[in-house]
């Protein structure tokens, strides 16, 4: 996929929150829970940004979930301050 047909969806700040809470946390479920949403919001959220930046942020296990060399890049430049 081309990356001007993945343009449309622009990222939004809470999906980066999200996807800092999935971090933090190492599981989608205890971040559902922290933010007090669903999990499959949270795995939508997440898949979508995925999807968007044409990059796997997180790598999924039995045992939950950690940031690829990708996610990292993309939360610290969330997290950079100005």
Not at 34 to 46: E, G, H, N, Q
Request: proline share 2%.
């Amino acid at each position: 996929m081309e990356w001007t047909d993945r343009i449309g969806r622009r990222v939004k700040l809470r999906d980066l929150h999200v996807l800092l809470a999935v971090a933090q946390s190492g599981s989608m479920a205890r971040a559902a829970e922290r933010l007090a949403i669903s999990k499959p919001v949270i795995s939508k959220t997440i898949s979508d940004l995925e999807h968007a930046l044409g990059v796997r942020l997180l790598d999924r296990t039995s045992v939950g979930v950690e940031p690829t060399a990708y996610g990292r890049a993309f939360l610290n430049c969330g997290n950079r301050r100005v």
